[in-house]
Structures are given as C-alpha cells and as structure tokens.
C-alpha cells in the first residue's frame, strides 16, 4: 500500500541553520505530495504541495520539490528561526479512487534554538 | 475567516463509555475528513464524507460511526471506548475532494483530544 518514510527527529538546529528533512514515498500512480506542519496544541496547517513530478512548492521560505526519480520530497530552507520550532509531517494523496485521504510520515521535531 | 470548529476541544470519558465528537466546516466546503492522532504519532485516516455520502474508509474500527448532515456538519460517534483510543482526533473539510490540478486542501480543525480512563 502506499507509504510515506521521514527522517526521524528530533532536528535540534541553531538559529540561521539550513534545514533538511527528508521524505519518500511508496505510492503507485502519481500521487500529489504535501507538507503539513504542526504547532504545539495546534491543528495541522498546509505548509506547501506539488502536484506532478518536478513541481516545486514554496511558502515562508520552506520549499521542496517533488522528484519522481527518487519518489523524493524533502522539505529545505535556508534560515530557520525559533519560530519555525514544530512537527512537519510529509504526506502524499493519491486519486485512484478518486478521495483526498492524507496518507502521513510519522512525523519530524524540529527545535530551533537562538 | 472562518475555521474548521470542533467540540468538544477536550473530553474525558470511562472505558466503555461513548462518546460524539463533532465538526462544523468550512462554509461552503462540501467534504469532510476524520483522522485520529495517537499520542506521538502521525495521523491515521479513519473516514470521509462527500456531499453527505461516505466517499471513503480507512482503519476506522466498527465501533465507530459517523455520518455527515444536511448542513454539511459532521458527527464521529464512539461506543465502548478502549483505553487505546485515547488520542487527538482532527476533522478537515475541503471543497470537494479532486479539481483537475488535484486534490483540493483540507483545512484542519484544532482537534478533540479524547481521554478515555
């Protein structure tokens, strides 16, 4: 079945560090890809997506490009601030039968320190 | 703008018990998702709903019901709670589930963290 593996956490980085997480998938098809993150006590909110392979999604300098080559899609950015301490969690969607269902990687710590 | 609201935000029950989680989307967002979060541990889908109808199911147990309203709220009943169903269960609702560029985004709500004792 389909399958989403992140590295696991947790990532201690100091402010202005580059962040790397990685993520593949198992998934027949061609899936869309996501990245959700998580704040403490929060709900999940939509970081970024791509949609087709060598998409590229961005948003509040995070980005990550989807590479079907691979079945890659690892989440960059450049600076990491204390406020970008949460958990990011990959996830894939695939419309074979025609739902939106999130399939999710178990999830990634980010702590930033100042 | 307006959120995915959830209710109760927290609730406690005994083993055996039941319990109804409910959630109001999105205005005007026709699909609703529910995914259970153990402690620790990524989402796991449990059902969906579309224009009222089931669309899909995942690991949901036969414990569990659900059903989506004529106002497009949803309403997750759990009967004989386990203690191992102790977790954060979130609601997302989306504008359908599939356009031609993709699967649309699912807003989550905050969650209902359920404590069975």
């Known amino acids: 079945g389909d399958s989403v593996t992140q590295m696991e956490g947790p990532v201690t980085l100091s402010e202005e560090a580059f962040l790397t997480i990685n993520c593949t998938y198992t998934a027949t098809g061609y899936p869309s890809l996501f990245w959700y993150v998580q704040y403490p006590g929060e709900g999940l909110q939509l970081l970024l997506k791509?949609?087709?392979?060598?998409d590229k999604g961005s948003n509040k300098g995070f980005e990550a490009t989807y590479r079907k080559e691979t079945t890659s899609f690892h989440l960059e950015k450049g600076s990491v601030q204390v406020s970008d301490s949460a958990v990011y969690f990959c996830?894939?969607?695939?419309?074979?039968?025609?739902?939106?269902?999130?399939?999710f990687g178990q999830g990634t710590t980010l702590q930033v320190k100042p | 703008a307006a959120g995915v609201i959830q209710s109760p935000r927290h609730l406690i029950k005994e083993k055996r018990e039941t319990a109804t989680l409910k959630c109001y989307p999105i205005p005007r967002h026709d699909t609703v998702y529910w995914y259970q979060q153990g402690p620790g541990q990524d989402p796991q889908f449990l059902i969906s709903?579309?224009?009222?109808?089931?669309?899909d199911k995942g690991s949901i147990p036969d414990r569990f019901s659900a059903q989506q309203f004529s106002d497009y709220h949803s309403e997750l009943n759990m009967s004989s709670l386990e203690l191992g169903d102790s977790a954060l269960y979130f609601c997302a609702s989306s504008l359908a589930e599939w356009s031609r560029e993709g699967p649309h985004e699912q807003f989550f709500g905050p969650g209902t963290r359920l404590t069975v004792l």
């Open positions: 709903f579309y224009e009222k109808m089931q669309s």
């Open positions: 996830a894939l969607s695939r419309g074979s039968s025609n739902t939106g269902k999130l399939i």
């Open positions: 791509a949609t087709k392979a060598d």
